[in-house]
């Protein structure tokens, strides 16, 4: 079959399904040619299948072209169930072959530009949002929704969920959003201070009031005030926020003038708030007055392909930065970040790729630079030795140093090593040698 392709191709042959993926696995190729009649069965089309099989699951984004014979409509059809690219039957024709494999280059290279676009593009309108999941495409369209009225809402989700990024779009898409968006965060700010730094104060109000001071609700006029961790306001001050939300007027402290203010109120918290109500830390009646419209933001890991979307484009984006752009993940780190729970988030990724971004050596940034662990797959799993090599020598040297208390000498006698290499090794899989980090 070589002869039917131009020079300007790279083509390599195999007659078995073992030669074929070893040819896989050491191209990489980005066009494969399959004859489904392969030998033990070369009468018929089942080994040929496995293989197809085989390519798809360590490569799926191979094109896989599945050559048949003359009357074999049903196999082609079944191998394009599977997830083949195209058919073509036998008898070989030179002009016809290159017009189909061409086709599956030209279909290869546009798939990758659309990953790269789709990357760049993210899936929502919303500036600095990145999301691609249905539960977070919803939110989405409803925070759209809601931008443009003045309704109170309340939005809740764990810690680095993104709460604050979403009352601030509320903001921006809305017509507030050339006014002033005022953020004050409840748990930061001691009690006895809170109260006037939300309502303001008066001169003499108290000792230490020189002047008289706007206070936040205040300066968000005409636009929108953010109050975060509202589950942590106490219960003075809830009496005096339900007041402000009914009258629109507040009093600054000292003052027995109320003074009008127009804003929007968001409120965001990462608690429980009926838990809350139960234990009566917080006012039921104030819930009802902030929650007219509540967004429940879900965790990152419970947004089906966000992590790896959200993570590539603060690889871009923080890369660029950061000086260090077109970095990329490899598989290894790739699988660690769908594979981890993200307590903290979008937050604590953050953290995670600004680090990998400073310890990646070269354009790949590993498990490992993320400070992630990824567990173990069998070989049949993984795309060549290199990727088997380094996962197998990461955890062996982990193990010897954990079995040994991370005594390096130890550790290095166990693995037959000299200490100088297992430094080498410890500082290429950025393993700490300390019994804190050793999943790192
Ligand atoms: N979907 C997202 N796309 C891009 N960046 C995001 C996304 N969600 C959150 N971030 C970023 O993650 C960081 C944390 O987000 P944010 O402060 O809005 O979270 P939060 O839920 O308000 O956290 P906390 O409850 O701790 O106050 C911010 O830098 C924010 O820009």
Partial sequence: MRWCFSGDLEVSLASDRETALACLRREEPEVVTLDLGLPPDPGGATEGFRLLEDILQLAPMTKVIVVTGREDKENAVKAIGM?????????????????????????????????????????????????????????????????????????????????????????????????????????????????????GFEKGSFTGATQSKKGKIESANGGTLFLDEIGDMPLALQAKLLRFLQERVIDRVGSVKPVSVDVRVVCATHQDVQELIKQGTFREDLY????????????????????????????????????????????????????????????????KVKRAIIMADGKRVTAADLQLSCDE??????????????????????????????????????????????????????IKASPESSSA
């Fill in 83 to 199: 997830g083949a690219s195209d058919f073509y039957q036998k008898p070989l024709d030179a002009d016809i072959l290159t017009f189909v494999v061409n086709r599956a280059f030209r279909l290869a290279e546009l798939e990758r530009d659309n990953r790269e676009l789709a990357l760049q593009r993210n899936g929502t309108n919303i500036k600095g949002i990145v999301a691609a999941s249905p539960q977070m495409l919803s939110i989405c369209r409803t925070l759209e929704k809601v931008a443009p009225t003045d309704v109170t809402t309340l939005i809740t989700g764990e810690t680095g969920t993104g709460k604050e990024l979403l009352a601030r779009a509320l903001h921006d898409l809305s017509h507030r959003g050339e006014k002033p968006f005022a953020a004050i965060n409840c748990a930061a700010i001691p009690e006895n201070l809170l109260e006037s730094e939300l309502f």
């Fill in 288 to 351: 009802y007055r902030i929650s007219e419209i509540t967004l429940d933001v879900p965790a990152l890991r419970d947004r089906e392909g966000d992590a790896l979307v959200v993570a590539q484009s603060l690889l871009q984006s923080l890369g660029k930065q950061m000086d260090r752009p077109n970095l990329a993940f490899t598989e290894d780190a790739i699988k660690a970040i769908k594979g981890h729970p993200w307590p903290g988030n979008v937050r604590e990724m953050i953290n």
């Fill in 377 to 430: 797959e069998g070989p049949e799993s993984q795309l060549n030795l290199r990727q088997v090599r380094e996962n197998a020598e990461r955890a062996a040297i982990l193990q010897a140093l954990q079995s040994c208390g991370f005594n390096m000498a130890q550790a290095s006698r166990l693995l037959g090593i000299t200490r100088p290499t297992l430094y080498n090794l410890t500082d290429k899989y950025r």
